[in-house]
């Protein structure tokens, strides 16, 4: 799953598919189902769909979360290098002023 996520923070100026709002979503139809299944008068078959629903919804919630927390790992890295190069560059600036 992680490999095809593309990814890059809000706050990156990027492109975020899965954002806040969408882990909020869930856990609130997680929470929702839940509540139906506690106040609703189902049928035995009616509950049973519902919990699989919730236990499907809670499953994917926990890997959305971690795919988030991977990425935001792979984004510090990625900020790193960055830095690195950028210092690269300007050394290789510095140096070139100093030849010429």
């Known amino acids: 799953m992680s490999g095809s996520v593309n ?3 809000a706050e990156g100026g990027g492109r975020f598919p899965f954002s806040s709002r969408t882990f909020s979503a869930v856990t609130n ?3 929702q189902l839940r509540q139906q299944l506690a106040d609703s ?3 035995a078959k009616e509950k049973e769909k519902l919990l699989e629903k919730t236990a499907q919804l ?3 919630n926990v890997g ?7 990425m935001a ?3 510090s890295a990625m900020e790193e290098k960055i830095r690195e190069m950028e210092e690269e560059i300007k050394q290789m600036y510095a140096w070139s002023v100093v030849y010429v």
């Open 58 to 60: 809670s499953a994917e």
């Open 73 to 75: 790992g792979h984004k």
């Open 64 to 70: 959305l979360k971690a795919t988030v927390d991977e």
């Open 29 to 31: 139809e997680v929470l």
């Open 41 to 43: 008068q189902l049928t």
């Open 7 to 9: 990814f890059l923070l």
